[in-house]
């Protein structure tokens, strides 16, 4: 089991780990790279940059308190 758990952890930090240089490329160098460089085919827009991270945010705290609001209603039918 422990080993599957660090394959697990493994496989988890590499992706973020992944996806934290690929943004920061996208974000921080390629503004100063050329337009007409061969780069730019593997990203989105500059605006998907701003767009998505809003997007998944807005997710995130919609299904955060949408679960909060889960477990009040049945923490308040227990006591009843």
């Given at each position: 089991?422990?080993?599957?758990d660090?394959?697990?952890?493994?496989?988890?930090?590499?992706i973020?780990?992944?996806?934290?240089?690929?943004y920061?490329?996208?974000?921080?160098?390629?503004?100063?790279?050329?337009?007409?460089?061969?780069i730019?085919?593997?990203?989105?827009?500059?605006?998907?940059?701003?767009?998505i991270?809003l997007?998944?945010?807005?997710?995130?705290?919609?299904f955060?308190?949408?679960?909060?609001?889960?477990?009040?209603?049945?923490?308040?039918?227990?006591?009843?």
């Amino acid at each position: 089991m422990e080993l599957a758990d660090r394959a697990v952890g493994f496989f988890l930090s590499f992706i973020s780990l992944s996806i934290f240089t690929y943004y920061t490329f996208w974000v921080i160098i390629l503004p100063f790279v050329d337009s007409d460089h061969f780069i730019h085919q593997y990203f989105l827009p500059l605006e998907f940059a701003i767009l998505i991270p809003l997007v998944a945010g807005v997710a995130l705290f919609c299904f955060l308190c949408v679960f909060v609001g889960i477990v009040m209603v049945k923490s308040k039918k227990k006591k009843a």
